[in-house]
């Protein structure tokens, strides 16, 4: 008998709604991007809290993130509303998300202890920090759980996730272009206000203007794939999980990878203590930023040649070679900001040709394990799925973060509480460079291994898209009647 496949040519989401779910995705990232690209630093540099500390409460929160984020994704999946399952949270957390935001960075407005244990800080810390993460927890699930219901095509979503990863990538990107600035206009003088300062305007900024563009998604964004009536069991959510082989091989693979992510945190440093000049990361990405707008153009030629698994395999070894060669080509002049930019601008350039996949190609492949929990057991899970999606990414970040703020302490690095940059030992420098660039690199090695058991690609996708397309036009059918 010859096999129907599923018509991926049909388009049920127009240009429109893509772009409206880009922006919203955008408005969520813009708080996101603020809060965690500075977060170890805001902590430990400008709130004045120990490191230690600092690291203990972000394991804490990780802690607390797999008991809460697949119980949140449980929550979602046995929503049944007139609004749908999704458009609910979409709608109700932005304002309660926004207020969170704001009063992240408000600490050292008023809480002026010079003690970096002060009960006071350490307890402000704590209560901000585990309130904007559930809250953010609230938005996150949902709206990527949408990406897999705004439509039962590939195709369709392919393009919803591109718009969301393109979109939000611009807007997400501006405090990473105006804090940097920021921060060398403070510290020269040359704007007369203080880095504290800086941070809790950006958090209001953020907070009210981010919060009112993700308010889109729960107001234009339609929910497009057909639903069981009945809501699933709790037991039958968490078994979207123990019974579904790709989305265990995507957990063990970010997990594996995510001490890796120290790289990241430790680059604020680098710019900052060792080039002196935060605004150099603007000049190092501006040309890695032209590239990855235009990768994101490529992404339907480039997934037409090669499948989601040889994808992830191939840019992350080639990421890896880069930051190797990087590395041993600046060991010795990796103080000097003269050669390392026109360096570094050339690994960001190249690593830029991938961005457009590797944004969008691992949320894919979350949708994906949403259609093989429905092929296998004919119950859909995009709530538990993408709270999955959400707790990879932020179990990564709290692993990645508690570790970097131990390593500062760990490297010798000096903070104080009177000044949030003060001169640092060329050892302390070097270590900076190193956790910047080679560490991270090697840490994350293993986690490519997984995705090489990752079959649900070819033939055995098509296949399944085909089943359930058929299915479907039998659960619409029951719905009607």
Not at 4 to 21: A, S, W
Not at 166 to 194: A, F, H, K, Q
Not at 261 to 276: N, P, Q, S, W
Not at 395 to 419: E, M, P
Request: hydrophobic letters at 50%.
């Amino acid at each position: 008998m010859e096999q129907q496949f599923i018509d991926t040519n049909r388009r049920y989401v127009g240009l429109k709604e893509n772009i409206i779910f880009g922006v919203a995705n955008g408005g969520q990232v813009l708080s996101f991007s603020l809060l965690v690209s500075y977060l170890t630093y805001f902590y430990v540099n400008i709130f004045n809290i120990d490191p230690k500390i600092v690291a203990t409460m972000l394991f804490l929160e990780g802690i607390w993130d797999t008991i809460n984020d697949p119980l949140m994704g449980s929550v979602v999946d046995r929503t049944r509303t007139r609004l749908g399952k999704l458009r609910p949270y979409l709608l109700g957390v932005p304002l309660p998300m926004a207020l969170a935001t704001i009063f992240f960075f408000a600490g050292p407005m008023f809480l002026h202890n010079p003690s970096p244990t002060a009960p006071s800080k350490v307890i402000y810390m704590v209560i901000t920090y585990f309130t904007w993460e559930f809250l953010y927890t609230m938005s996150d699930v949902p709206f990527w759980g949408m990406a897999a219901a705004i439509s039962p095509s590939p195709a369709d979503r392919t393009r919803a996730i591109t718009s969301a990863r393109l979109i939000s990538g611009i807007i997400g990107g501006i405090p990473t272009i105006i804090i940097p600035i920021l921060i060398d206009l403070t510290e020269s003088n040359v704007i007369g206000t203080s880095i504290k300062q800086v941070f809790f305007v950006a958090g209001i900024t953020s907070g009210i203007i981010g919060m009112v563009l993700f308010f889109l998604s729960g107001v234009f964004v339609k929910e497009r794939v057909v639903q069981s009536v009945e809501a699933p069991k709790l037991k039958g959510c968490y078994e979207c999980i123990t019974q579904n082989p790709p989305l265990k091989l995507i957990i063990l693979q970010n997990l594996l990878g995510s001490l890796g992510g120290i790289g990241g945190i430790f680059a604020t440093y680098y710019f900052i203590d060792v080039l002196g000049s935060a605004s150099a990361a603007i000049v190092i990405g501006i040309p890695g930023a032209i590239v990855s707008l235009f990768s994101f153009a490529f992404i339907t030629k480039i997934k037409a040649r090669f499948n989601n698994k040889q994808i992830v395999i191939g840019s992350k070894l080639v990421n890896d070679a880069l930051n190797v060669l990087m590395f041993l080509l600046s060991i010795k002049r990796y103080a000097d900001i003269r050669f390392m930019i026109p360096v570094m601008m050339i690994r960001s350039t190249i690593t830029a040709i991938f961005s457009g996949v590797n944004a969008v190609v691992p949320t894919e492949m979350i949708a994906d394990s949403v259609d093989y929990m429905e092929w296998t057991t004919g119950q859909r899970s995009e709530g538990m799925s993408f709270s999955v999606l959400t707790l990879i990414n932020k179990l990564n970040g709290a692993i990645s973060r508690s570790v970097a703020a131990l390593l500062i302490s760990g490297i010798g690095y000096k903070t104080s509480h009177s000044d949030a940059i003060i001169p640092q030992t060329d050892e302390v420098k070097f270590r900076i460079f190193a956790m910047n660039t080679i560490v991270p690199t090697l840490l994350g090695l293993f986690s490519i291994i997984p995705i090489f058991f990752y079959d649900l690609v070819g033939d055995k996708q098509q296949r399944m898209l085909s089943d359930l397309a058929k299915r479907r036009e039998m659960l619409a059918e029951d719905a009607e009647n």
